[in-house]
């Protein structure tokens, strides 16, 4: 994955990333996190009635320097490009959302990344209940702690991974995905849906989301929902104050 404009030190200062910096698990852990909890999943462009750039530069260009945040395709495409700045292999997948009540088509992207010696699920882009940290491919059918959340993976016969969390005391399907390697163009249908058909999420309703140390925060249309150590507080945002609010809470800068 490759922009022209993306400058790997822009990028870390944009998610506030320090420490040390090399090819190996400890560093992705951490640059996962930073990523997730200074760069908002959001679909802000979809609800201002666009087509979502698909274009390497314009995701640079949106998230680093504007900054805004994104949806899968974005977010998960910047890690890209941090990944290969640093010499971590990858590739990317499709994944099957599952919290559908039908069966749905492969739209999501996630990044299967080889550090150590092993391979890692790396998603920085899924909205309400994304996973917080790499997650080993190796560790199969056992809860994972990721800070007050827990997820786990397993694998059915035909090699598909299924990725679930655990939500309101039971395990509950998040999406499913094999370990097939796509090119960044085979994205582009499924970006254009998620963009434009009426039956997707993020045509139907406003969503931010920031990851945080103890929670996440959470706009779904007019209601936000603030989760801190595994307790949620909800309420109601009016029309006229949202947009302070993706700047003060979400450190968004607005849309033209």
């Given at each position: 994955?490759?922009?022209?404009?993306?400058?790997?030190?822009?990028?870390?200062n944009r998610i506030g990333f320090?420490?040390?910096?090399?090819?190996?698990?400890?560093?992705?852990?951490?640059?996962?996190?930073?990523?997730?909890?200074?760069?908002?999943?959001?679909?802000?462009?979809?609800?201002?009635?666009?087509?979502?750039?698909?274009?390497?530069?314009?995701?640079?260009?949106?998230?680093?320097?504007?900054?805004?945040?994104?949806?899968?395709?974005?977010?998960?495409?910047?890690?890209?490009?941090?990944?290969?700045?640093?010499?971590?292999?990858?590739?990317?997948?499709?994944?099957?959302?599952?919290?559908?009540?039908?069966?749905?088509?492969?739209?999501?992207?996630?990044?299967?990344?080889?550090?150590?010696?092993r391979d890692w699920l790396c998603?920085?882009?899924?909205?309400?209940?994304?996973?917080?940290?790499?997650?080993?491919?190796?560790?199969?059918?056992?809860?994972?702690?990721?800070?007050?959340?827990?997820?786990?993976?397993?694998?059915?016969?035909?090699?598909?991974?299924?990725?679930?969390?655990?939500?309101?005391?039971?395990?509950?399907?998040?999406?499913?995905?094999?370990?097939?390697?796509?090119?960044?163009?085979?994205?582009?249908?499924?970006?254009?849906?998620?963009?434009?058909?009426?039956?997707?999420?993020?045509?139907?309703?406003?969503?931010?989301?920031?990851?945080?140390?103890?929670?996440?925060?959470?706009?779904?249309?007019?209601?936000?929902?603030?989760?801190?150590?595994?307790?949620?507080?909800?309420?109601?945002?009016?029309?006229?104050?949202?947009?302070?609010?993706?700047?003060?809470?979400?450190?968004?800068?607005?849309?033209?």
């Amino acid at each position: 994955m490759h922009a022209n404009n993306f400058v790997l030190d822009d990028y870390l200062n944009r998610i506030g990333f320090s420490g040390p910096l090399a090819a190996d698990a400890d560093t992705l852990a951490r640059l996962m996190r930073a990523q997730l909890f200074s760069v908002p999943f959001e679909n802000l462009d979809v609800q201002a009635g666009k087509v979502v750039s698909m274009t390497p530069e314009d995701i640079v260009q949106k998230i680093v320097y504007q900054p805004r945040g994104g949806y899968c395709y974005e977010v998960n495409g910047l890690f890209a490009m941090a990944l290969q700045a640093i010499g971590l292999p990858y590739c990317l997948l499709a994944a099957r959302p599952m919290f559908y009540p039908v069966r749905r088509p492969k739209t999501h992207m996630v990044l299967l990344v080889r550090a150590d010696g092993r391979d890692w699920l790396c998603d920085l882009g899924f909205g309400s209940y994304g996973i917080r940290a790499p997650m080993a491919l190796d560790v199969l059918d056992t809860p994972v702690a990721q800070d007050d959340d827990q997820f786990r993976l397993s694998r059915d016969a035909d090699g598909v991974y299924l990725l679930q969390a655990w939500v309101d005391g039971q395990w509950a399907n998040q999406y499913g995905f094999d370990l097939h390697p796509q090119e960044w163009i085979d994205f582009a249908p499924a970006n254009y849906l998620n963009s434009t058909h009426p039956e997707a999420i993020f045509v139907q309703k406003r969503l931010v989301v920031l990851h945080t140390p103890q929670g996440r925060k959470i706009l779904l249309g007019d209601s936000l929902k603030r989760i801190e150590n595994g307790v949620t507080r909800q309420h109601s945002v009016p029309a006229e104050q949202a947009d302070q609010l993706l700047v003060e809470e979400f450190a968004l800068s607005l849309p033209a």
